[in-house]
């Protein structure tokens, strides 16, 4: 083999290398938010009781992290990606908050359950009877409720752990505080939350 | 952390429906979904040959001043190539408005500045 030869050996094994592993990443990354985007969806949609919005912060907590932070290790990704989700989540209530506070000036305010649809209409899926469907949408909704009402770390503590079956170290990541922090968030969390459903949750 | 049993009871009933919640999403939001999934991929594709340029900028920059290092040490010697005074004195000769028929007679004056430098004149 020539030097030339070698040359472009070297330069094409190179290049190979770099479009593997971007492929590779491409991979990973496909597989990570196809794993975690409908969980993330359905707490963002709890946060902010409006799908269309959830549906914006999680795409938006996606191409961020596909921009920033690709090149972190992948164990690193899931509270990487919650915590940008809950920037989002909070950036749109100081937004809504603002927003409020102007229509207010203006004497009208938004009433976000007006499109909320939270009974589908499909059959199913899982086979339960009707009854026993019924019952858990309406558990569920007034679960989503309850959590809605929680202060906000303390929802994103009960979200994030419950939820999205962190532990307390990512979740301290994905909150951005510590470890404490958390279990104190959660523990309050669990405490307001059995309280305001322990009755229809006996 | 260490739960007491009935709290983990709730918990355990709280993810149990949030993960049902999950399931019925429908084929509408899936979709979307799916759509912004692919977007954010392409992101990716769109950062990428940004960044391979970035991994070069170093040795760009390393070149661009090995460059421009050659390029002053080459100054002098282009200094001394051109002969400022003499080109100066060229210039002012033809600013000073002598007659343009000098330059029909351009063969006598270049045989007389021969002469003069080989001290045949004056």
């Known amino acids: 083999m020539n030097t030339e030869s070698a040359v472009f050996v070297v330069s094409w094994s190179g290049e190979h290398s770099i479009r593997t592993n971007a492929l590779d990443k491409e991979r990973q990354l496909n597989r ?49 990606f919650y915590r940008i989700l809950q920037n989002g989540v909070r950036d749109w209530h100081r937004r809504q908050a603002v927003r409020n506070r102007v229509m207010g000036w203006f004497g009208r305010s938004r009433d976000d359950d007006g499109d909320y649809d939270a009974i589908a209409q499909a059959p199913d899926p899982m086979g339960r009877t009707p009854d026993e469907e019924l019952a858990n949408r309406e558990a569920m909704t007034g679960l989503e409720a309850a959590v809605g009402r929680l202060p906000g770390r303390q929802r994103e503590a009960f979200m994030l752990r419950t939820f999205e079956g962190l532990d307390v170290a990512d979740t301290a990541t994905a909150m951005g505080c510590s470890e404490g922090s958390v279990k104190t968030h959660y523990s309050r969390a669990i405490h307001s939350l059995r309280e305001a459903l322990g009755e229809h949750w006996q | 952390m260490k739960m007491p049993s009935d709290e983990k ?13 999950v399931e019925e999403l429908d084929a509408a939001t899936l979709s979307r979904l799916n759509r912004g999934r692919h977007e954010a991929l392409a992101e990716l594709e769109r950062a990428t040959p940004m ?17 421009f290092a050659v390029m002053l040490m080459q100054q002098p010697a282009i200094d001394e190539a051109i002969d400022v005074p003499g080109a100066a004195a060229d210039f002012e000769f033809l600013m000073e408005g002598h007659s343009l028929e000098m330059f029909e007679d351009l063969e006598f004056y270049v045989l007389m500045d021969g002469l003069e430098e080989n001290g045949h004149v004056g």
């Open chain 2, 51 to 67: 960044r391979q340029w970035l991994r070069w900028a170093p040795a760009a920059g390393v070149a661009t001043a090995a460059v």
């Open chain 2, 9 to 21: 009871q709730f918990a355990d009933k709280a993810k149990q429906l949030f993960d049902e919640s």
């Open chain 1, 32 to 80: 990570f938010f196809a794993e975690v985007e409908r969980r993330a969806l359905r707490i963002a949609e709890i946060a902010v009781r409006d799908r269309d919005d959830a549906l914006d912060i999680v795409q938006d907590a996606m191409i961020k992290l596909a921009r920033n932070y690709v090149q972190r290790p992948e164990k690193e990704w899931t509270p990487l």
